[in-house]
Nanobody
Framework: VQLQASGGGLVQAGGSLRLSCAAS????????MGWFRQAPGKEREFVAA????????YYRDSVKGRFTISRDNTKNTVYLQMNSLKPEDTAVYYC???????????????????WGQGTKVTVSS
């Protein structure tokens, strides 16, 4: 299984980025997908998640209304559209895949089975 995250970069506060995570060797449409992030010196934290069937989405409070998670099961790809970026959004962003039969909480990184390598997002003030 491989999850390849991309789309990170340097952006000014108020700007936008779209992250992508392409999955291979995975029955993508059968997995819940999540985005997590880890800022320097901090623990990894939940950002957003989307169910395998695209019925449900979840967000951490600080990104609600600014970030949108989506997926295209025909392209085996999950996206994170990030608008109105703030310096505190600076982090390495990771995508993750989890078995919907095993996930207890979308916000718990331990509930995910596979992880991408991360893509760095830097928001300047």
């Amino acid at each position: 299984v491989q999850l390849q995250a991309s789309g990170g970069g340097l952006v000014q506060a108020g700007g936008s980025l779209r992250l992508s995570c392409a999955a291979s060797r995975l029955t993508f449409s059968s997995y819940d997908m999540g985005w997590f992030r880890q800022a320097p010196g901090k623990e990894r934290e939940f950002v957003a998640a989307i169910s395998y069937n695209i019925v449900s989405t979840y967000y951490r409070d600080s990104v609600k209304g600014r970030f949108t998670i989506s997926r295209d099961n025909t392209k085996n790809t999950v996206y994170l559209q990030m608008n109105s970026l703030k310096p505190e959004d600076t982090a390495v962003y990771y995508c993750a895949a989890g078995n919907p039969l095993k996930i207890v909480s979308f916000r718990n990184d331990l509930d995910y089975d596979y992880w991408g390598q991360g893509t760095k997002v830097t928001v300047s003030s």
